[in-house]
Nanobody
Framework: QVQLVESGGGLVQAGGSLRLSCAAS????????MGWFRQAPGKEREFVAG????????YYADSVKGRFTISRDNAKNTVYLQTNSLKPEDTAVYYC????????????????WGQGTQVTVSS
């Protein structure tokens, strides 16, 4: 069992940056692959970025590749999403999720979810 709490969202102008954090409870954080998803009102929840247990492998949605960076600090039980060059279409609630065995791009593959943090990008 793991509990996840996101933070770091806010209002930013287009071209700006935010660093999102996801703090995990428990002592087995390093055994989970982690992912970030986002959901805008009226739209489906979509995959943004994923990272494996060691942090050595990352993968991204094409829409954010080159702009966003996912990382983790297993000593702090925390995963991060650095968002750069933000665009209005990045506006969404961003969710942190944990997978007990593997990372993936489908929300159905993840076992635990945080409550989300709002990111709003103005033009």
């Amino acid at each position: 069992q793991v509990q996840l709490v996101e933070s770091g969202g806010g209002l930013v102008q287009a071209g700006g940056s935010l660093r999102l954090s996801c703090a995990a409870s428990g002592r087995s954080f390093s055994s989970y692959a982690m992912g970030w998803f986002r959901q805008a009102p009226g739209k489906e929840r979509e995959f943004v970025a994923g990272i494996n247990r060691s942090g050595l492998m990352t993968y991204y949605a094409d829409s954010v590749k080159g702009r966003f960076t996912i990382s983790r600090d297993n000593a702090k039980n925390t995963v991060y999403l650095q968002t750069n060059s933000l665009k209005p279409e990045d506006t969404a609630v961003y969710y942190c999720a944990a997978n007990r065995h593997y990372g993936g791009v489908s929300a159905d593959e993840y076992d635990y979810w945080g409550q989300g943090t709002q990111v709003t990008v103005s033009s």
